[in-house]
């Protein structure tokens, strides 16, 4: 928050107490002795911790001041419009932004915008309401209305985009491990079958005398047979589900 600065206008005392000593504070409307101050933000630029203060004084008899002895009817619809032109350039953002890093960047900076926007529109409805005979205040209040909702259904739907690339990503990911985690059981189901056929062939292929060369032919169908009937057997237990835990029984009541 910037420091307070006396202004070049002259402020009765009972408003003149109503202000702190280091800074003009949060928006507000300050109402005495037929005086106004609308005390406003100007739109946060980055992280929003730095506010800008643009103080505005309705005199009784009408006339608006800005800082000082400013005319303050335009310096208060260029705040507004200043509003309006960062709501344009987030919109233009949010509609280029093509991925998540770049919809994050929009939604830092436009969280403390909203924000601002909507003290602001309080501010203005509770001056419209001190004084409802000024146009320039309703009016304001209108613009603000529509200023402060255009950049909150902008934040939603930032919020939405980015939730969205999230959870697509996500499910993305999902989707690849799932097909990964089939592959490699499909391969441990073919290596349970085939490993012990394997392992007999392995055996019965080394060059060593074992006395079975001289066996008729149906011994060999018989070894090949037993062979897959284990790759069987081994593919089962690889398919087979882990056990659960057992459940915790209840303990017994004591007796007292």
Do not use: C
């Given at each position: 928050?910037?420091?307070?600065?006396?202004?070049?206008?002259?402020?009765?005392?009972?408003?003149?107490?109503?202000?702190?000593?280091?800074?003009?504070?949060?928006?507000?409307?300050?109402?005495?002795?037929?005086?106004?101050?609308?005390?406003?933000?100007?739109?946060?630029?980055?992280?929003?911790?730095?506010?800008?203060?643009?103080?505005?004084?309705?005199?009784?008899?009408?006339?608006?001041?800005?800082?000082?002895?400013?005319?303050?009817?335009?310096?208060?619809?260029?705040?507004?419009?200043?509003?309006?032109?960062?709501?344009?350039?987030?919109?233009?953002?949010?509609?280029?932004?093509?991925?998540?890093?770049?919809l994050f960047q929009i939604l830092g900076p436009l969280i403390p915008l909203s924000r601002a926007a909507s003290n602001m529109q309080t501010a203005l409805q509770a001056a419209r309401e001190a004084v409802p005979e000024d146009a320039l205040i309703t009016d304001m209040r209108d613009r603000a209305v529509e200023i402060a909702r255009?950049?909150?259904?902008?934040?939603?739907?930032?919020?939405?985009?980015?939730?969205?690339?999230?959870?697509?990503?996500?499910?993305?990911?999902?989707?690849?491990?799932?097909?990964?985690?089939?592959?490699?059981?499909?391969?441990?189901?073919?290596?349970?079958?085939?490993?012990?056929?394997?392992?007999?062939?392995?055996?019965?292929?080394?060059?060593?005398?074992?006395?079975?060369?001289?066996?008729?032919?149906?011994?060999?169908?018989?070894?090949?047979?037993?062979?897959?009937?284990?790759?069987?057997?081994?593919?089962?237990?690889?398919?087979?589900?882990?056990?659960?835990?057992?459940?915790?029984?209840?303990?017994?009541?004591?007796?007292?």
């Amino acid at each position: 928050m910037t420091r307070r600065i006396d202004y070049d206008w002259e402020l009765p005392p009972e408003l003149q107490q109503r202000l702190g000593t280091s800074s003009y504070g949060a928006q507000r409307v300050l109402h005495e002795a037929g005086h106004l101050m609308v005390i406003l933000h100007e739109p946060p630029a980055g992280t929003g911790a730095e506010r800008k203060n643009a103080v505005f004084l309705r005199k009784p008899d009408g006339a608006w001041l800005h800082k000082g002895s400013n005319p303050g009817e335009r310096a208060l619809q260029k705040l507004l419009e200043s509003y309006r032109a960062a709501l344009s350039a987030f919109e233009i953002r949010h509609e280029a932004a093509d991925n998540s890093e770049a919809l994050f960047q929009i939604l830092g900076p436009l969280i403390p915008l909203s924000r601002a926007a909507s003290n602001m529109q309080t501010a203005l409805q509770a001056a419209r309401e001190a004084v409802p005979e000024d146009a320039l205040i309703t009016d304001m209040r209108d613009r603000a209305v529509e200023i402060a909702r255009g950049i909150e259904l902008l934040l939603a739907d930032t919020r939405m985009s980015l939730d969205y690339r999230l959870a697509h990503a996500a499910e993305q990911q999902a989707h690849a491990a799932m097909e990964v985690s089939r592959a490699q059981h499909k391969l441990n189901t073919i290596a349970a079958l085939t490993f012990p056929l394997m392992a007999i062939g392995a055996a019965f292929g080394m060059n060593l005398h074992s006395g079975m060369e001289s066996l008729p032919g149906w011994v060999y169908w018989a070894i090949f047979g037993a062979g897959l009937f284990m790759g069987l057997l081994l593919r089962g237990w690889v398919k087979a589900p882990e056990p659960l835990p057992p459940a915790a029984k209840p303990g017994l009541p004591r007796k007292k």
